[in-house]
């Protein structure tokens, strides 16, 4: 595809849609708002002069269609929140997204832009971008330990061709050793995983709540070999259309206590059955809770949110059928109200916790 954006434009742009349930959902529904990704340079052999062709620096783009969120927010600000913690995440943006296949320009409705982990983030948080990038998915993804490692469950994302998963090996082993000493343990794990970032993920998922992650499915989420700490696993959270809701999923949240979260999720049972790693993370859960997400910042947030995309998505310049998800207007406010309340009902249950 042709690509045009600010008065700029990019040739023979790899595109091709994305998603699983999301892309069924839309498809199902009768929408042609579907999901889909661009990949700058994916033709650069038949095409040398895009050789290395980058979207502002991007590499590699991923458009949600915003499906199953009404709001239309919850990517994006999910994204938001993660990074103001300190969590690694990709770069988001809504955009206004125009087709022509032929026709004419027709409005394809309002999407949130994000990048696919590469080179870019990987300077932005590591300052190296040399590192291996994984995509876990599947069983294996879930960190149990096996006599080997599930290379099928921890797709290769970067340095495909060194068929090498020893970072990935180290960092499953030293989590199921032996815990008798903590403070060994806890060293030796931290020498092959960020766990620091991980309990500041999951502080922040559990406050914020999106089913759709790791304690109730094994995928959404990358890990990256940090070269300058001798290729120690950093947690990456992906796609948080799920988030922001307390109610909606095929599974409920998980808790804030982790109670009913067993040994078939190790990430989150053998961190959280330790006192040190524990205390870490309440303290995470506290510290995000009064920051990012106090109550008047995250309804600030909401609302400007909204107000911002309004008109790209309901009204006379907004989206129509069949470039929407939405069943009809009314469902944008109603949805987006529910954000404030759960906002304010997180808060209560936070406050509760800690004590």
Not at 27 to 36: A, D, E, I, R, T
Not at 41 to 47: A, C, N, R, S
Not at 243 to 261: H, R
Not at 303 to 331: M, R
Request: proline share 5%; with cysteine; charged share 25%.
């Amino acid at each position: 595809v042709t690509v045009e954006a600010n008065g700029l434009t990019w040739w023979h742009v790899g595109m091709r849609f994305k998603g699983n349930s999301t892309l069924n959902f839309t498809w199902q529904q009768g929408s042609y708002k579907l999901p889909f990704k661009f990949d700058m340079d994916q033709f650069e052999d038949d095409y040398p002069e895009i050789d290395d062709q980058r979207f502002y620096g991007f590499k590699r783009l991923a458009f949600g269609n915003n499906q199953r969120d009404n709001t239309y927010l919850c990517d994006k600000l999910a994204g938001d929140f993660f990074g103001a913690s300190g969590v690694p995440t990709p770069a988001r943006a809504f955009v206004a997204v125009h087709v022509d296949v032929g026709e004419g320009s027709r409005y394809m409705g309002l999407y949130t832009m994000a990048e696919v982990p590469d080179k870019p983030l990987f300077q932005r948080y590591f300052g190296d971008d040399e590192g291996n990038l994984y995509k876990p998915n599947g069983n294996g993804a879930r960190w149990t330990l096996g006599p080997t490692v599930d290379e099928s469950s921890f797709s290769k994302k970067s340095n495909e061709e060194e068929e090498d998963w020893s970072d990935v090996e180290a960092a499953i082993a030293a989590l199921h050793a032996d815990s008798t000493d903590g403070e060994s343990w806890r060293t030796e794990l931290e020498t092959r995983f960020d766990v620091d970032v991980f309990l500041r993920y999951l502080a922040v998922n559990t406050v914020i709540q999106d089913w759709d992650q790791y304690g109730n499915i094994p995928h959404n989420y990358y890990v990256y070999g940090d070269p300058s700490t001798g290729g120690k696993l950093c947690w990456i959270p992906w796609d948080h259309n799920g988030s922001l809701k307390s109610e909606g999923g095929i599974m409920p949240p998980l808790p804030l206590d982790m109670e009913g979260v067993k040994a078939d999720w190790p990430l989150i049972r053998f961190l959280m059955d330790d006192p040190v790693y524990s205390q870490r993370y309440q303290t995470y859960v506290a510290e995000f809770a009064a920051g990012p997400f106090a109550s008047d910042t995250a309804h600030a947030i909401v609302t400007q949110a909204h107000d911002l995309i309004a008109p790209y998505v309901v009204g006379e310049q907004g989206e129509s059928e069949p470039y929407t998800v939405l069943t009809n207007e009314s469902v944008f406010d109603t949805a987006t109200q529910a954000i404030h309340d759960h906002i304010d009902s997180r808060h209560i249950a936070v406050g509760e916790y800690l004590e």
